[in-house]
């Protein structure tokens, strides 16, 4: 009973997560675009604490992690429409994290082999189970169908910022990879806001 309400509980709140995601995110841009108006006036107006957060990039990281948890959230939206897709993309976003705390153990725990291979691959399930996510809801018949194209952004500024990376090193200053995610993580989270979830025992879902 408690499994099937936090499922529900993600599921209808996906939307709103990914809302705050690009919220986040557009406030970052904003902070290292206009340094003058936020370095200087909002200090003298706002808590000390506010400049460390700016300065940080606290708001940032925060919205670059949320759609980590949200996107999860639509595993449950697409079972029971498109069963194949959103379970290659589920099993593809659960390998991430798995990924990842194997390469940290390789790397900082001996006589482990060192493999930091694999810190590197890490991002790369993540990045293809929400492309898989994104086909799925294009397979959709509903209005939720548009969400897909959001999504596909998603996972496409994700692969082209993974490849230029891993090719150059950095990233040229002309790629606008925040500002992509942001206006994809907002219009996901818009769509989904506004087309909530429809359950089996009937009962109303939204937000």
Same mark, same amino acid.
């Given at each position: 009973?408690?499994?099937?309400?936090?499922?529900?509980?993600?599921?209808?709140?996906?939307?709103?997560?990914?809302?705050?995601?690009?919220?986040?995110?557009?406030?970052?841009?904003? @902070?290292?675009?206009?340094?003058?108006?936020?370095?200087?006036?909002?200090?003298?107006?706002?808590?000390?604490?506010?400049?460390?957060?700016?300065?940080?990039?606290?708001?940032?990281?925060?919205?670059?992690?949320?759609?980590?948890?949200?996107?999860?959230?639509?595993?449950?939206?697409?079972?029971?429409?498109?069963?194949?897709?959103?379970?290659?993309?589920?099993?593809?976003?659960?390998?991430?994290?798995?990924?990842?705390?194997?390469?940290?153990?390789?790397?900082?725990?001996?006589?482990?082999?060192? @493999?930091?291979?694999?810190?590197?691959?890490?991002? +790369?399930?993540?990045?293809?189970?929400?492309?898989?996510?994104?086909?799925?809801?294009?397979?959709?018949?509903?209005?939720?169908?548009? @969400?897909?194209?959001?999504?596909?952004?998603?996972?496409?500024?994700?692969?082209?910022?993974?490849?230029?990376?891993?090719?150059?090193?950095?990233?040229?200053?002309?790629?606008?990879?925040?500002?992509?995610?942001?206006?994809?993580?907002?219009?996901?989270?818009?769509?989904?806001?506004?087309?909530?979830?429809?359950?089996?025992?009937?009962? +109303?879902?939204?937000?």
């Amino acid at each position: 009973m408690v499994q099937l309400e936090l499922r529900e509980l993600l599921e209808e709140k996906t939307g709103a997560l990914l809302l705050i995601a690009g919220g986040f995110l557009s406030i970052q841009i904003g @902070v290292t675009t206009f340094p003058d108006i936020v370095g200087f006036t909002a200090p003298a107006s706002l808590p000390g604490w506010t400049s460390f957060i700016f300065s940080t990039g606290l708001l940032g990281f925060i919205g670059f992690g949320l759609p980590f948890v949200a996107l999860a959230g639509l595993y449950y939206r697409l079972s029971s429409t498109t069963p194949r897709l959103a379970v290659v993309g589920g099993a593809l976003m659960a390998l991430t994290p798995i990924l990842f705390a194997s390469g940290l153990l390789t790397v900082f725990v001996r006589p482990l082999p060192d @493999v930091p291979a694999l810190l590197w691959f890490s991002p +790369l399930p993540y990045i293809v189970g929400a492309g898989s996510f994104g086909l799925a809801f294009l397979w959709q018949k509903d209005s939720s169908r548009f @969400v897909g194209i959001p999504l596909l952004v998603f996972s496409g500024t994700w692969m082209l910022t993974y490849t230029v990376g891993l090719k150059n090193g950095q990233l040229p200053g002309w790629m606008p990879f925040i500002e992509l995610l942001a206006v994809s993580l907002v219009a996901m989270g818009y769509l989904l806001h506004t087309s909530p979830p429809s359950h089996d025992n009937g009962a +109303l879902a939204g937000s």
